[in-house]
């Protein structure tokens, strides 16, 4: 008798998400962790900033160029939130992905950027 078993397709880890769905799950991410989020307008001639985490009267909150592409703020937002331990948090894999690749690297050897 022939052999009609399926053959298994490895799927990815996480489908990539389209940049509007998956700013809109960091932002929602960000109210239920009770960390601000700021659009902004930070470019400057002498200050050419694009965003991030910074500590604000004491509080910790995400400020972001509002003038970014939906993309970069996402990138931003998931840079943010990487400095957060976000290990017992249930999140979309998509989101967990693009939080895991905005973490900074492990190692300072010198030589390494």
Do not use: N
């Not at 929602?28 to 700021?38: G, M, W």
């Not at 970069?72 to 017992?88: I, M, S, T, V």
């Amino acid at each position: 008798m022939p052999c009609h078993a399926k053959m298994r397709v490895p799927v990815p880890l996480a489908e990539p998400m389209r940049d509007e769905l998956l700013l809109a799950a960091l932002e929602t991410l960000t109210e239920q962790l009770r960390i601000p989020v700021t659009y902004a307008t930070l470019a400057t001639d002498e200050l050419p900033g694009r965003g991030g985490l910074c500590v604000l009267h004491g509080e910790r909150r995400i400020i972001i160029e509002r003038t970014l592409s939906t993309r970069e703020k996402a990138r931003l937002l998931a840079a943010g939130l990487a400095q957060f331990d976000l290990e017992d948090v249930f999140l979309l894999p998509a989101v967990r992905q693009a939080i895991e690749v905005a973490k900074p690297s492990r190692d300072h050897s010198p030589g390494r950027y």
